[in-house]
């Protein structure tokens, strides 16, 4: 059985008169519904005894006991353990995921940890039972002490390296040979990691390799995702990458770093068409102006059709540029084009595709819908329209078995091609529904279709069958159809089902790549209204336990609930609460201000302590964050990822870690700087200044996709240190790769340098820098050409407030980049026409009344 049928099942035992109440169920009873037990309602759970549990407990450590259900078992069993050993530990399987940190602490230090432990201790974390932040910290202290670590072993602790730091890499070992599945491993922890914990491993496993006698060459394709230009420059030339050719040219190369040695080997020789074909993957780091020498020789579309091949896809520059020599060339057959690159094209093009051809786009784009959620939404929907005439389906409105056969596709259907399916069918698939991602604008259609009269009616209406049917899909209605459910009927039980199931796919790999429902924080406070037992948010509410915390989650309680929660509640609750991001900051308040007696002094606070407190850490006063011993840089990497500082509280959490470590800004190295991440904007601007050039450039590749909450002259300090002499020089002598190496800090360049860029160095910038730049200052310094310059990707990127402040002739021209020449002219896929020269100032007027129409919408 699934998981929620054996919550069904469980629910409707519970209702039979015949099995009485839980406390007097007897051994042999409980023992056969055994496998329902993890799935009984809390508050029915908490209901049995220790003579009930005794009997089946080493079953129950080896079941899918949650937090709330585990703490209960261990609270009643085993209500003093302070004797626990290592043998003991073991038998408490799944168990031991809930002791506390103060009980972990206490066995961790008396008793010797087995690897065996380890991997229990891991699995806790990996299946999400624990928070891995504080505990990590605990368990990987210990085994750095007892053991000694591989940089293979690393792999294996995956899941406790939210506690890592530098003290437990300090004696990693690499081995001599490096085997496939070794390299794999690094490339996805390197990849995978919070930034400052690449910078972490990359440093140490950089000095393992100083002190091995390994050859640094075997191990750079393994490397590869957090090799910094910088360092790359300092291993490599253009002279050894075309001796070791063989070799570098099949390493899956960022677009920067192809980019860089291409540049390299541009420099050593006189490259040739035939010099590009034996580049491999560094091929993909040729300018579009060195690719266009070739443009009238007679092989060029094999050229093209080799580069357009190039495994890990192109940067978005140069895959506009294919584009463009595509479109010169009306008479090429497109339908030998790669699925992954075809997928991208523009919709005008893609009518010239044959139906073999968009199955293959269809069937890659099933494989990895991740990609395909990169795509702007009109190229989405106009693929959606394509797999409807690719597969056949003519009926209308659509049946189930449409629905099948469009799988994900389906909710990416125009308005209209939605509203036409079948309704018993889409009840019927529900379950499916709720497992794909919705794009934005299909929310408000989902909704209606839920609550049609031929579907499921009103939600006033609906019964807990009909709320447990549709699942996380009920955060598509509104705030006010949400309070309109019959709340008091579903119970505590239907809304923590429905809450986790939320929770379980914003966590899975699609579910962080799809759109964020809208107003989701409101709805869940709408949904959790009336299970308080509250007509009204009254101060008069009930207090929520830990049972309650862990079932919603700690920011959907107002703070003068969580202030009134009792000691014991908080403290079993204090490390699920602190990885709450969405907590604001009188919640965050409130939850400190009750716990600053359980963590007084706070000077004498253990580093797994102040890691278990989280987010909570952030409204410390200023003189406790700067009594506290924030030195570690496990600590210090955990500060540095939270966004919710005050400007004072940044600062005083900044003073407080380099007094305790007893250094100045200019002595910081790389892993420091990547460590102090959101906390480098505690910095005054002339401390900024004083910051190392050639480690602020390596810690750049790092910190390239984090949003600095600085103040504009704080990041413009930021990257006036890039462009000094040890940094990357000036700017005007920037590459393309650059401005991509440093991401979001781009952002920050002066006004005069930005408005200075020419089409290669605009062409670098990263979609997240673009959408961070102020929109004035975005409509001051990017003329109308710069606009045109953009990719697709950069130009979507431009937020609403960015496109209010351009001028006609700068919309124009980012329209003209979104939409790649073409003009929108109908919804189906088969209307639209295209406009690649733009000839008369009529078609440029339409274009324009288009976007505006659009972005109005």
Known sequence: MKSLQKQAFAKRLLQSSVVGDVPSWPPYFLTSILPLLPHLPVSHFQQLTSQQLSPVVECLANSSLDATRGRHVLRTLFSKRKNLTSETVMRLGILICYLNSE?????????????????????????GHVSGSGRAFQILSKIAIETNISANTLCRLRPLLSGLAPAFLRNLSVPDMMGTPDCQCWNSLLTELWPAHRAMVYSAIQQALEYS????????????????????????????????????????????????????????????????????????????????????ESDFSELLQFVMELPGGLRPALRKCVVEEIRKRP??????????????????????????????????????????????????????????????????????????????????????????????ALKLRLEDLREYCMPFDSFREMAALLTERSMLGQPKSWTVGDVEHVGRLVFTLSPQQIRSLPLDDLGKDT???????????????????????????????????????????????????????????????????????????????????????????????????????????????RPEQLLELGCIITEMGERELQAANLSDLAVVAYLGSFKEWSTKKMRAALQGILKRRKQKPE????????????????????????????????????LRETVLPCSEEQIAALTARLSSPLGFGPVSNWGSEVFTEIGTLAAGLDDMVLSALIKEQMEGLTPAAIALIPPRKMAVVFSAAQLSWLSAEQSWAVTEEQWEELDSEQKQALTMAQYEGEVMLGHRGRNWAPSVQLPDNFTACVLFLLCILWHLL
């Open 103 to 127: 009980e972990l602490h206490r066995f961790l230090s008396t008793s010797s940890v087995s690897p065996a432990l380890w991997q229990q201790l891991a699995k806790c974390v990996t299946e």
């Open 213 to 296: 006698s390994a050859n640094i060459t075997q191990y750079l394709h393994c490397l590869l995702p957090v090799i910094s230009l910088k360092k790359l420059e300092m291993e490599l030339n253009g002279h050894t990458v075309i001796h070791h050719i063989s070799l570098y040219k099949n390493m899956p190369w960022s677009h920067q770093q192809a980019q860089l040695l291409f540049r390299m080997i541009q420099q050593m020789e006189n490259i040739t068409r035939e010099t590009v074909l034996r580049l491999g993957h560094i091929a993909s780091g040729i300018s579009c102006n060195r690719l266009r020498l070739w443009a009238n």
């Open 331 to 424: 008479n090429m057959d497109l339908n030998s084009i790669n699925p992954s690159f075809a997928a991208g094209l523009p919709v005008v093009m893609m009518e010239r595709l044959s139906n073999t051809s968009l199955r293959a786009i269809l069937h890659h784009v099933r494989r990895h819908f991740i990609d395909f959620l990169k795509l702007p939404r009109h190229k989405q929907m106009a693929l959606a329209e394509k797999a409807i005439d690719v597969l056949g389906i003519s009926e209308d409105p659509l049946s189930g078995t449409s629905m099948d056969l469009l799988g994900p596709l389906l909710l990416f259907l125009d308005r209209d091609a939605l509203a036409q399916v079948d309704r018993e």
């Open 495 to 605: 809304v923590e089902q429905i809450l986790q199931s939320q929770w379980h796919w914003k966590d899975s790999a699609l579910g962080k790549a799809c759109t964020e429902l809208k107003g989701l924080k409101d709805k869940i406070y709408s949904l959790i209204h009336k299970i308080v037992k509250g007509r009204r948010w009254t101060r008069r509410e009930p207090t929520p336990s830990c049972a309650d915390i862990r079932g919603t989650f700690p920011s959907a309680w107002r703070w003068y609930q969580l202030s009134r929660m009792k000691r014991r509640e908080l403290e079993d609750c204090v490390e699920f609460m602190g990885q709450d991001g969405s907590l604001d900051a009188e919640q965050r308040g409130v939850l400190w201000a009750e716990l600053r007696p359980l963590y007084k002094p706070v000077k004498t606070l």
């Open 667 to 702: 002595e910081l190295g790389v892993v420091e700087l990547v460590s102090l991440g959101y906390l480098l904007c505690g910095f005054s601007s002339s401390e900024i200044s004083r910051l190392d050039p050639s480690n602020l450039s390596e810690a750049a590749f790092f």
